[in-house]
């Protein structure tokens, strides 16, 4: 049973240490830091927001992985839902803002012996691999990301996860692993198999509203526990609680993108005007040339 109610200092004071949670976070924290000091030494250049996008994902899945939200998660639904909105859809996230393949490249060409010196392309190549691109596929992406978590909040897993700490580190970590696919290819901060125009992304995103949607309300629906100690009243709650979280979190996203996309648009098109300009320029300073030889032929 959950040591009594969920509460902030309840929170922090009944940690769940998930030790491959742990290693895979703090390895991957330790390996971005290194890899952006190596790049800023060579000279390169990286953006410190793309820093402190990863920080706060890492952050966020480390604080739901291992706080008191599993603790209590087994008689308070919210908490599952605050779990699974964390470690599956807002971690993830702020992780693939934060670039870590394009910042992995830029510190493997800060050596003398650069790998595009010798023309090998390691990341291209995987890139391209067939399989790759089979299961980055983004229809493929977004209906893994859909599937699971309809498996996991309706076929026993959501109860497993809060009783037995292997399961619950392996649902973490298939959970992260799906929610960064899912946002691999709609973010576009690294380089990926498919390339999706911005319509194409903002489509994307948009779909992901009657999915959380169907979730919440499927979650609101049940008549009976889908964990042995989860009140109704809880369960409904905690569905609301996904459900919400899951459509801000998309809208946001929906509107970055769009903002993005007129942001482009701007670029483009004063790019556009100053090669015009540039152009018309030379096809002045043409014609005047011209025109000043044929006076001095005269």
Not at 134 to 147: E, N
Not at 162 to 190: E, H, I, M, P, R
Not at 261 to 266: G, Q, T
């Amino acid at each position: 049973m959950a040591p009594g109610p969920l509460s902030p200092i309840a929170f922090f004071s009944h940690p769940q240490l998930q030790p491959v949670t742990l290693v895979v976070v703090v390895g991957s924290t330790v390996w971005y830091l290194r890899a952006r000091r190596r790049a800023l030494s060579c000279g390169r250049s990286w953006s410190t927001a793309r820093t402190a996008s990863f920080l706060a994902g890492e952050l966020v899945m480390f604080a739901a992985a291992t706080s008191g939200l599993l603790a209590f998660a087994e008689t308070n639904f919210s908490a599952m839902a605050a779990w699974y909105a964390s470690v599956g859809l807002v971690g993830p996230g702020l992780v693939t803002l934060g670039a870590p393949l394009r910042l992995g490249e830029l510190a493997s060409l800060a050596s003398p012996s650069e790998a595009g010196a010798s023309g090998r392309d390691p990341l291209g190549a995987f890139l391209s691999n067939r399989a790759v691109r089979a299961v980055t596929f983004p229809l493929v992406t977004w209906v893994v990301f859909a599937g699971a978590g309809m498996a996991f909040f309706f076929t026993g897993l959501v109860g497993d996860a809060v009783s037995d700490t292997w399961v619950a580190q392996a649902s973490t970590v298939v959970l992260v692993l799906v929610g960064l696919a899912f946002w691999w290819v709609v973010v576009a901060a690294d380089r990926a198999p498919w390339k999706l125009g911005y319509w194409q992304r903002i489509f994307y995103l948009l779909a992901a509203f009657p999915l959380f949607g169907v979730l919440g309300m499927t979650l609101q629906s049940e008549t009976s526990r889908i964990t042995p100690y989860v009140s109704l009243g809880s369960l409904h709650l905690g569905a609301a609680v996904l459900w919400v979280a899951g459509e801000t979190v998309s809208l946001y996203a929906t509107i970055a993108v769009f903002v993005q996309w007129l942001r482009d648009d701007e670029r483009n098109a004063v790019a556009h005007d100053q090669a015009s300009e540039a152009a018309a320029a030379r096809q002045l300073a043409l014609w005047r040339a011209s025109r000043d030889a044929a006076a001095r032929a005269r």
